[in-house]
């Protein structure tokens, strides 16, 4: 008999994210991300004499901004990091791994995300009403992703 627990849908909530030459004990815990998207939109070359249809060629492909959410961290690399290209406007393009984890934390997908660097910031909203976390969004730009494994 063959194993068939070797195909399965894997889960969405076990993740982990790495800043290449960024470290620290929660810097790649994040609560969500979202951005994994990339599309190829064909262009329409019309044909002289040829009436009956549009020739359509791909064009190279166009990458979503990565997004990167989590709780605040107080004296975080990674948002010197991101500080750095907003006060600075100094880039230092990293690369960025987005690990699926499986039951025991190993990774069992990466994706890999070349040459990224910050375009956007927001914390939450302060709310005297409420008991939340100050969650901060961190928007990252990037040149292409691939999938390593």
Known sequence: ?????????????????????????????????????????????????????????????????LILKRGMLIGSPLITWARNSFELFTFTPKIVNLNLLDQTGAPISTWRFVNAYPVAMKISDFKAQENTLVVETMELCFDYFTKVN
Not at 6 to 18: D, E, L, T
Not at 39 to 46: G, L, S
């Open 1 to 65: 008999m063959g194993t068939t627990d070797q195909y399965y849908p894997p889960v969405g909530f076990s993740f982990k994210v790495n800043v290449e030459g960024i470290t620290g004990v929660n810097e790649g815990s994040f609560q969500e991300v979202s951005g994994l998207s990339v599309k190829i939109a064909p262009k329409n070359v019309e044909e002289g004499g040829e009436n009956r249809f549009v020739h359509r060629f791909p064009t190279p492909p166009n990458y979503e901004n």
